[in-house]
């Protein structure tokens, strides 16, 4: 019943910039915590970005100053805004929500010249 709906992937160039949605239903988004992990072929899925439901933000140290992941309450909708992409940055992103154990489908992000 709860969803999440990722949206916003694509090929950027390197320094490019992209913006990823998730469009949550069945669930609030600004009540809940809200994650992005990302997975590249052959590694493991890693914790990108966190919102809380107060606002605080946490970052991976590899994306600290290039990403940002937001929040529209209104539009129950959880951003992820990546800047100064790197080739390393290529990955399927994901959407979670982490106290309903909720994944979303994933988007695909691929950063190449």
């Known amino acids: 019943q709860v969803q999440l709906v990722e949206s916003g992937g694509g090929l950027a160039q390197p320094g490019g910039s992209l913006r990823l949605s998730c469009a949550a239903s069945?669930?609030?988004?600004?009540?809940?915590?809200m994650d992005w992990y990302r997975q590249a072929p052959g590694k493991q899925r890693e914790l990108v970005a966190q919102i809380s439901g107060g606002l605080r933000t946490n970052y991976a140290d590899s994306v600290k100053g290039r990403f940002t992941i937001s929040r529209d309450n209104a539009k129950n909708t959880v951003y992820l805004q990546m800047n100064s992409l790197k080739p390393e940055d290529t990955a399927v992103y994901y959407c979670?929500?982490?106290?309903?154990?909720?994944w979303g489908q994933g988007t695909q992000v691929t950063v190449s010249s």
């Open positions: 979670n929500a982490p106290i309903v154990g909720v």
């Open positions: 069945g669930m609030s988004v600004g009540i809940n915590p």
